[in-house]
């Protein structure tokens, strides 16, 4: 009977508007391990600077240090994957300069994906038009 009462009240409280914070702490405090996957993602989404005093003290040190330390490694792995350009697949039919697809393929690279990657407020539609632009100036 305890735990059909718990379930619903967590059914009920999932429809209410409770922020990131509110809900990581409830699903600490009453083990609702299903809500804590979503509310740390938004809180490590959420700009530090968004954060308030008070919302850093209810979180406490360690949910904190937690977050900090996975949005770090989250900037890390995107620099990293943001710097390496893959390797590029040489098209036999379409690629007669191997040299200059590779030069095109780096140029597109860096003047594209990667600015998107690490600068996402920059418009797609934009990034995709340098990239078609350097891409033909090759052929």
Request: aromatic share 10%; net charge positive.
């Amino acid at each position: 009977m305890m735990e059909a009462g718990r379930a619903f009240a967590i059914t009920e409280l999932e429809h209410c508007h409770l922020t990131p914070t509110a809900r990581l702490l409830m699903a600490q405090h009453h083990r609702i391990s299903s809500w804590v996957p979503a509310a740390v993602r938004a809180l490590i989404m959420r700009p530090p600077s968004l954060f308030t005093l008070d919302e850093y003290e209810a979180l406490g040190t360690r949910n904190v240090y937690n977050i900090e330390k996975a949005r770090s490694q989250i900037q890390h792995h995107r620099l990293c994957v943001a710097f390496h350009s893959p390797n590029i697949i040489h098209e036999e039919t379409l690629c007669f300069q191997k040299d200059a697809c590779g030069e095109a393929w780096d140029a597109s690279w860096w003047g594209g994906f990667a600015k998107h990657y690490l600068h996402p407020d920059i418009p797609s539609s934009l990034i995709k038009k340098n990239i078609q632009r350097k891409l033909l100036q090759t052929y």
